[in-house]
């Protein structure tokens, strides 16, 4: 008796053309097997057989389209792989084990020894060690600018200068960049321009609509919005994601098909998340300035905020990370976070979880002192992620840290 498989063929679902971001954070990416199941299909394997050894070869040798490997080629990952895609109105993405993974890969696919980047001083604490120390090791060189100062921006350039990297909002500080204006220093002087999006996701902001040419995410973040998960994702032309996709099949820095699963469906609720955490964090924002123990907020739906009117501008809403100076130095921003009873310790952020962190000893502990002071990272400066439970009630939290402050002050 002879055997004959038969692959299972994945249909895509919906015409989607022009759809909302929200439609398409429910819609797209989805591909159906012949099973026509409606909720999205996990395939945790790590290889795929074929009808014949012909077949096979012709897999691998790229004449014929089809998975190989999961290192490189899962269906759960291109699923979610499409549906950022879509979102963040880029032709093709690529998914990672991380964040960090995620830009890795940009800059090892795009750059080479003898490459200058100029990345913003405003940036997460192991993006800079990343630039700073280990892409050095391979001759690419980093110069760190003020995030908001295209003047230094401009003066930074070099004739080697290939990439200028940002995250907008900041983080922590929630300082704005003028992306079209970085997109345009970039273009005119042959370099790409690479946006971090975590902070805001395709659904308060599209960088590639304001001249970006590659988004990254840690999906880690909003996009799976519940702490399940570590993942990362890199958006952007076809061509530019082919060679990223090209160094993941050759190093392996590879998403799994469980989490790729995971924040497949965390994009089907994220619209909704992100809209309740920049309610929360602008009520939240608005409170702390009022409050006689803090020097200052750091949230750019205030209007105190140097970049609001940016801000406005470029987003749909201002996102769910604020940061905040209490009055003293390190001792008093962690008697602030003890006395804190229902917020999570912990330094992830983009949780329906509140969660609150002290940058200069965690997410940005490894700069040097003068790393973080040029990043403003100071000794009272808390950073708070504001989730979605009710604000009232974070309000109490919020209120011990105050409470704990002005007990020690009588003391």
Not at 5 to 32: F, H, N, Y
């Amino acid at each position: 008796m002879t055997f004959h498989r038969k692959e299972t063929v994945l249909i895509p679902e919906s015409d989607l053309d022009g759809m909302s971001v929200d439609t398409l954070a429910v819609r797209a990416g989805q591909l159906r097997t012949g099973q026509l199941e409606h909720s999205d299909a996990i395939f945790p394997t790590s290889s795929f057989v074929y009808n014949s050894a012909a077949q096979a070869a012709a897999r691998f040798g790229g004449e014929e389209p089809g998975n190989i490997y999961s290192r490189f080629t899962n269906p759960t990952v291109q699923a979610f792989e499409g549906r950022i895609a879509a979102m963040e109105g880029g032709e093709r993405a690529v998914a990672t084990s991380s964040g960090m993974a995620a830009i890795l890969s940009t800059c090892m696919a795009l750059l080479k020894s003898g490459d200058h980047v100029i990345c913003s001083r405003g940036v997460f604490g192991t993006t800079n060690v990343l630039f700073q120390k280990y892409m050095a090791k391979f001759g690419v060189t980093t110069t760190f600018v003020s995030l908001t100062d295209l003047q230094e921006w401009g003066s930074a350039v070099r004739p080697d200068t290939r990439m200028l990297f940002i995250e907008t909002p900041s983080n922590p500080l929630c300082e704005v960049a003028d992306m079209e204006a970085l997109a345009q220093l970039a273009h005119d002087n042959d370099a790409l321009f690479v946006v971090d999006n975590c902070f805001c996701t395709p659904v308060l902001q599209r960088p590639l609509e304001h001249g970006a040419d590659i988004v990254v995410h840690s999906a880690t973040k909003y996009l799976d919005g519940q702490g399940r998960c570590v993942g990362g994702v890199v958006v952007g032309p076809a061509k530019l994601m082919d060679e990223v996709y090209g160094f993941l099949r050759s190093a392996g820095p590879t998403m799994s098909p469980f989490n790729a699963w995971v924040f497949h469906k965390g994009l089907e609720t994220l619209p909704i998340r992100m809209r309740a955490h920049c309610d929360n964090a602008l009520e939240l924002a608005t409170w702390l300035e009022q409050q006689p123990a803090v020097e200052q907020v750091y949230y750019a739906g205030l209007e105190s905020h140097p970049q609001h009117e940016l801000a406005k501008k470029q987003q749909k809403g201002f996102g769910g990370v604020l940061a905040f100076c209490v009055k003293g130095g390190r001792e008093e921003a962690w008697k602030f976070i003890d006395a804190t009873r229902m917020i999570s310790i912990t330094a992830n952020l983009g949780d329906v979880k509140t969660t609150i962190t002290h940058p200069a000893t965690t997410t940005h502990g490894r700069l040097s002192p003068e790393d973080k002071s040029g990043a403003g990272i100071t000794e009272n400066l808390l950073r708070l992620s504001v989730g979605i439970e009710a604000v009232e009630d974070l309000k109490t939290d919020l209120y011990r840290g105050f409470q704990a402050l002005q007990n020690a002050s009588n003391t």
